[in-house]
Nanobody, 123 residues
Framework: QARLVESGGGLVQSGDSLKLSCRTSGVTFSTVAMGWYRKALGKERELVAAFTMSGTRNYADSVKGRFNVSRDVARDSVFLQMNNVGPEDTAVYYC?????????????????WGQGTLVAVSS
């Protein structure tokens, strides 16, 4: 069964750093857009940082200069390095993958969401 497996969340203090990881399980993509979204209490889910299928990186204005998204293409994995976090970064972070599976899956379109990992930042 195709799914995304996330890790790396937790409780940190303002100014700290942490890294989120997300790997694909049960499917291999031939081409995929992968990235991170977050949902804070009382707010809608928003894009944090992501790779497009062509490899372009997009960031929310609120995290530019502090967060860095990277990926391991061979392993269909994506990472989010979060530096100098603040209370405004407190949210559940979700990994997302959307793209075409490989030949074994007949190149079918898939969109997957991770289970979410909580990042809580204390001031």
């Amino acid at each position: 069964q195709a799914r995304l497996v996330e890790s790396g969340g937790g409780l940190v203090q303002s100014g700290d750093s942490l890294k989120l990881s997300c790997r694909t399980s049960g499917v291999t993509f031939s081409t995929v857009a992968m990235g991170w979204y977050r949902k804070a209490l009382g707010k809608e889910r928003e894009l944090v940082a992501a790779f497009t299928m062509s490899g372009t990186r997009n960031y929310a204005d609120s995290v530019k200069g502090r967060f860095n998204v990277s990926r391991d293409v061979a392993r269909d994995s994506v990472f989010l390095q979060m530096n100098n976090v603040g209370p405004e970064d407190t949210a559940v972070y979700y990994c997302n993958a959307a793209g075409y599976a490989d030949r074994e899956e007949n190149f079918r379109w898939l969109e997957l969401w991770g289970q979410g990992t909580l990042v809580a930042v204390s001031s």
